[in-house]
């Protein structure tokens, strides 16, 4: 009933625009597959992005009672959505706003993580500050920092809704859409019991004989790629202590030039000039800093997408283990319907060791026991070819999805990186500037 009522909010939605609204195969209901879009991975034509403006607007502060009864200070984001094509807009297209809290936010990505093991999964911002310089406040509710999250969960919605697959899923049109209900529908699609049988598998010890050796070096990939960019954020946050000892500096030369000035007839115009100069230069570091951070953000995307990525390699790891599991019981199998067969044990065994000591069994319990096996040795190679299948279609499926996330990465951190060299340019230019208007102010003494 709830993917029949977010498949006719869909088509209202796709009725904005010139192409055809999605079929029930586009639009995906927990079932995480790619079924019918291995394709269309790279591209985001027929994704919602195109047909549907999103946005967190705003953030607001709210109390109320938690689970067990205790009262608790909250933030939740408004989420803001339109069709593009504004002319074709019915009244009752879909709500125009609804709040989430940051926490729906993460039942939405887990649930995505379950339910499409082969896709990197965008990040969300994170939940609490980290790698922040020492004047920076690293409180949850600090308006700064509740700014720079709303800011990240609109680029969560906005990677998701431009995916060519994710941004297909009933339960993600769902979030976007209804205020209540969405977690009735996640709860109907059977994620929680996904996620949990899943997580006791990655949780368990097991090891793949033949990895595949693409996944391994993705996964060596994504883990250094989280120590360079942990290693970036640290010295980046190491410098900005720096830089506002060294801003705070020129405050104390703006003071002891207007102190100055007031002792001095002839000099004092030009020694209180100078001092205003500073004081200016040393209050803006508190908003370069800010700016700075919007900068590091972007980078704590990425030092999140590795964790996205590795997660990817490693389930593929758990599918190449429960094939080699499926292969190595067949085998086993297959050697008994032999030894069964032939009357002969090629290793030691209990069972070989009691038909010694009390005799060989009756041909009619050997033919029952040889028509169980073969039975199991059907049901053994049916298993196999299914999950031979399996990971041939997880392997095609990832691998296209990691080329696409590589191919924005790529983009993305140039753009980031060009952006903040511009920005350290453009403040060195400024303190240049700041020192030449002093030496002028000096000069007219």
Known sequence: MMADQAGQEAERVWAGGNSAPPSESDLQFGQGTLSGHENTIMEDKSSLLKKLEISVSEAEKRTGKNAMNLQEVYTVYLIETRPVDSQNEDENC?????????SEFELLRNYLVVTYPCIVVPPLPEK??????????????????????RIGLENFLLRVASHSVLSLDTIFFLFLTQ?????????????????????????????VKNPDKKFTEQKHYADELQSVISQLLRVRARVADRLYGVYKVHGNYGRVFSEWSAIEKEMGDGLQ???????????????????????????????????ALRSVCRKHELQQYELETAALDLTSKKQQKEELATGTVRTFSLKGMTSKLFGQETQEQREAKLNVLEEQIEEGEELVKTKNHECEDFVKNA??????????????LREALIS?????????KKGIQVWTNAKECFSKM
């Open 94 to 102: 879909v709500p125009d706003s609804l709040w989430r809290r940051y």
């Open 128 to 149: 609490r500050a980290e790698f922040v310089w020492h004047k920076l406040s690293a409180d949850n509710m600090d308006p700064d920092f509740v700014e720079r999250r």
């Open 179 to 207: 205020e209540n209900g969405w977690k009735e529908a996640v709860n109907e699609s059977g994620f929680q019991a996904k996620a949990d049988s899943r997580l006791k598998a990655l949780n368990a010890t097991f090891r």
């Open 273 to 307: 000039s100078a001092g205003h100069h500073m004081d200016v230069y040393a209050a803006s570091i508190d908003d370069i800093l800010e700016e700075e951070e919007h900068y590091a953000d972007q980078l704590k995307e990425y030092l999140f997408f590795a964790e």
């Open 399 to 412: 691998w296209a999805d990691i080329e696409r996330f590589k191919e924005e990465k790529n983009k993305d």
């Open 420 to 428: 903040y060299a511009v920005m350290q340019i453009s403040m060195c």
